[in-house]
């Protein structure tokens, strides 16, 4: 029998010796193709428009003999690639980290000890614990199971789940290690399961013989990659803008072209205004800006405990209205501890453990508690089954309610139609006990009580429930004597047993301490919270007063909820917020009726069942610790902690990515503007050109950082978490962001032309004028970073608020700009004149002054109380 091999006794590998056999033997895992080498990235970035425009400005300057304009430009070059590799790479790397932590986590017992571990770091000879809804990590052979089924669809196209049995002996587990006696997947009764097939019924143990590459898995090649790239509504949306930008750049080129030829005869300095003009619309920064952004977001998601499985959720989060959450180990610790004890024998009555602490357990509770503990597994990892059997430790030690000696025959679990579970146990004489507990109305059930019981025993859950316990019912039946020919005669059901009702336990879970302050702040963001649990009415309504939960006076029970019409449902999902005596299948009825009201609705689970659930939310949300494979492989975001707090965490980081990418854009068009203002006007008016094309490839060393590392790294604004939750279908570019950049772009503009005309005609000359308008153009594009940082807070203000990034972008803009003006070989290949102080404080003026108005909106939108 598999119980020879002595599960009990496992310890499993030491750290040390898994952490010898992973450096042996590589991750557990399949080379994956989205990895991208520094090369590839490279690859990609001189594929780049920018990129091309720059090299064929070279070109053009090598034949026209110019070969130090070509050098500098091939220079700028290599600096726009090196700062696209940095930013490609810090990229590369958040989704590196989101991919170790996205794989199947494995439940492995170390040096005794159980521990949740990345599926990447099993090895060979780990033994692993499995259960209903996991992923199997690695193919390894069972070693005890109970009612052990797999789904291996994925390995052998074959729709039902196979039968698991484990090893028998110690004999048939090293045969069954050996490479020339491993069976291939498919077919019942076989002791092996399989890297990437899934668990759909009962629980096991396994030892692993082989991991990555070697696994059956490993074998075909098919790799699964859990991070993967999707279009979201932003990346269609900048697609169409840019597309239709390179539209209109690529026939106002053209034209500038044909227009410089003709009316200067100059046809080379013509094609060259034109690729600068070229340089200066196509907004190539968007595309990457938007990339950056959801990659980064998503790593600062895992940095604040939460995983990001689907990238777009990072700025879907920003928008939800409805927060549906589980009580039990989201809202609460799910760390049981028993308070209160109920028996009907010898006379009705409670008995309160903590205030008895340091007192023996009174005779009456004693078979209460032997048999509950005998309805958990020996070793239990259920919080409610880790509490009971702590209390037989503490109060029932050295008495004859422990049997650590006895067999363990069959196991009854629970079922969506029963909320009970039974165990059927042979002592050594040979007789058979059956322990069941759960639900006190599903014990209640099997006991077959009649009307009048019912009421009465409702009466006590209803005094355990108000003082916000959960409440289990536990009974007993005797079996008569079995032979071991005979064990197999055991009844399919547990109502086919003769159960007596013992009593009932009166469990406390407490509320995570950062709960309450997560509610107020979802309060704040005009979220609502609803919360969903297995509880009775009273419990929910007992820990949402302690949350703050409003409103807690109302609350719809599960089975009322099925038996409500559509129009109901909609009129009652309005108001109430408590869910009480759910089964995970009816939380799609919550989800579905919420989403029909209009609501953006976040949805948490952990089983099985809660995946259709977490697929129809619009976010769902799976748990990380006590969740399933299949739950976290339908969520959007994994809880690494399953606590409340960091969803609420995760919506303030979602408000704060989809903010900073609307300040980073409306920067990002608005600073092409002026550039693309003054490459086009002076061809129309017959000014020497202004912008060159080593002037905007310089530009771009200020804009491309800005626009991503500086914008993406800005703290969130200080009333973020104090408004209503954006409107999901609103358009990042929308008009009132497309207005604003407009009009920085337009002001910005106004001001270069006014100081390069009045520079040109008081006789300064062109390079007089160029040098005043570029060193204009710089400080106003400088000064243009600095009032985006924020649309609510001015300049003097942001200051205060560290992002090291920025000082970067600016100390090296201004240290650029001055080796431009004063090194006399740069400076001559910038075309311009010396700049003396009294020109430098006019640039400095009127860079300042195109971005005051915006500055002075924020003061006044401050004072009419609008931000």
């Not at 052979?141 to 039968?163: A, F, K």
């Not at 028996?343 to 509950?372: C, M, N």
């Not at 279908?729 to 503009?749: C, D, E, I, W």
Request: hydrophobic residues 45%.
């Amino acid at each position: 029998m598999a119980h020879q091999i002595e599960i009990n006794s496992i310890s499993g590998l030491s750290e040390s010796e898994a952490s010898v056999r992973l450096k042996q033997a590589g991750y557990n895992e399949l080379p994956s193709t989205q990895n991208r080498s520094m090369w590839k990235i490279a690859l990609e970035s001189i594929q780049e428009p920018i990129f091309l425009l720059l090299v064929g400005c070279g070109a053009i300057y090598l034949f026209l003999g110019d070969a130090q304009e070509a050098l500098i430009l091939l220079g700028f070059v290599f600096l726009i690639v090196g700062i696209n590799l940095y930013q490609e790479q810090k990229t590369e790397k958040s989704l590196e980290a989101l991919r170790d932590l996205s794989s199947p986590r494995a439940l492995v017992i170390r040096d005794g000890e159980r521990q949740r571990i990345a599926g990447r770091e099993v090895v060979s000879g780990d033994i692993v614990v499995l259960a209903e809804g996991d992923r199997v990590s690695a193919d390894a052979v069972v070693l005890w199971s109970t009612q052990l089924s797999v789904d291996e669809s994925l390995l052998t196209g074959e729709s039902l789940p196979v039968r698991k049995r484990a090893v028998e002996d110690s004999l048939e587990l090293e045969l069954a290690t050996q490479p020339s006696r491993k069976h291939r997947p498919g077919g019942d009764d076989f002791p092996f399961v399989y890297s990437g097939t899934l668990v759909v019924q009962g629980q096991g143990i396994a030892q692993v013989y082989a991991t990555g590459l070697r696994t059956e898995m490993g074998k075909i090649g098919k790799a699964l990659q859990t991070v993967e790239p999707e279009d979201t509504v932003l990346e269609k949306e900048t697609r169409r803008i840019v597309g239709k930008l390179t539209i209109v750049a690529i026939a106002i080129c053209i034209a500038v072209i044909v227009i410089y030829g003709i009316t200067r005869s100059d046809w080379l300095q013509g094609f060259l205004a034109g690729l600068a003009l070229a340089m200066a619309i196509l907004p190539n920064e968007i595309p990457v800006v938007l990339a950056i952004f959801l990659a980064l977001g998503a790593w600062r998601f895992s940095l604040a405990k939460v995983l990001t499985r689907r990238i777009p959720v990072v700025e879907t989060l920003g928008s939800a209205t409805v927060l549906c959450v589980d009580k039990t180990g989201t809202l609460t610790f799910n760390c049981m501890s028993i308070q209160q004890l109920f028996v009907y024998q010898p006379s009705p009555h409670f008995y309160d453990v903590t205030l008895h602490e340091r007192e023996p357990l009174p005779e009456a509770f004693h078979e209460l508690i032997e048999f509950g503990i005998l309805a958990s597994r020996k070793d239990p990892f259920d919080p409610m089954e880790k509490a009971l059997k702590q209390v037989g430790d503490d109060y029932l030690a050295k008495t004859e309610h422990l049997h650590y000696d006895w067999e363990i025959l069959r196991e009854y679990p629970l079922s969506g139609k029963l909320l009970a579970m039974s165990c059927v146990w042979q002592s050594p004489e040979g007789k058979l006990i059956i322990a069941a507990k759960g639900a006190p109305e599903a014990i209640a059930d099997l006991c077959h009580f009649d009307i009048q019981q019912m009421q009465d025993l409702e009466k006590h859950i209803s005094t355990m429930a108000t003082a916000g316990l959960r409440v289990l019912g536990v009974a007993k039946a005797i079996g008569r004597h079995k032979s071991d020919k005979q064990q197999n005669i055991l009844p399919d059901k547990q109502h086919d047993f003769e159960f007596q009702f013992l009593g009932l336990v009166g469990m406390a879970d407490p509320v995570r301490p950062t709960v309450a302050l997560a509610i107020a702040e979802c309060y704040h963001a005009g979220i609502r919270v609803v919360m969903i649990t297995g509880d009775y009415p009273a419990t929910a309504q007992n820990i949402a007063r302690q949350i703050g939960l409003q409103p807690s006076t109302e609350a719809i029970a599960g089975t009322k909820l099925e038996q409500m019409t559509e129009s109901e449902l909609l009129t009652r999902i309005q108001t109430v917020n408590i869910f009480a005596r759910v089964v995970p299948e009816q939380k799609l009825l919550i989800v579905n009726a919420l989403k029909r009201y209009g609501e953006i609705v976040a949805m948490t689970g952990d089983g099985v069942n809660d995946a259709p659930a977490l697929k129809s939310a619009h976010i769902g949300i799976a748990m990380g610790e006590r969740g399933t494979d299949v739950a976290r492989e339908s969520a959007d975001l994994v809880l690494l902690n399953d606590d409340f707090s960091s969803i609420v965490r995760s919506v303030r980081l979602g408000r704060r990515v989809f903010d900073n990418l609307k300040k980073g854009m409306a920067y990002t068009l608005a600073v092409h503007v002026p550039i693309a203002g003054m490459s086009l006007i002076p061809v129309m008016f017959h000014w020497p050109l202004v912008l060159l094309p080593i002037h905007i490839a310089f530009l771009h060393l200020i804009i491309d950082p800005a626009c991503t590392v500086v914008f993406e790294a800005e703290p969130e604004e200080s009333n973020i978490m104090n408004r209503p939750p954006r409107n999901p279908k609103q358009p990042l570019f929308n008009r009132h962001t497309l207005r604003l950049a407009l009009l920085q772009g337009v002001s910005v503009l106004v001001v270069l032309l006014l100081v390069f005309a009045i520079a040109f005609y008081s006789g300064h000359g062109e390079l007089d004028a160029r040098a005043l308008a570029f060193t204009t153009l710089i400080v106003s594009n400088l000064s243009m970073i600095l009032t985006n940082r924020s649309w609510s807070r001015t300049i003097p203000e942001m200051l205060r608020t560290p992002n090291p990034a920025l000082w970067w972008v600016l100390g090296g803009g201004v240290v650029f700009l001055g080796l431009v003006l004063y090194v006399p070989l740069l400076r001559h290949l910038f075309r311009f004149s010396f700049l003396h102080f009294d020109d430098l404080i006019v640039s400095l003026a009127s860079g300042l002054f195109s971005i005051l108005w915006f500055e002075g909106l924020k003061i006044w939108q401050r004072r009419k109380g609008f931000v």
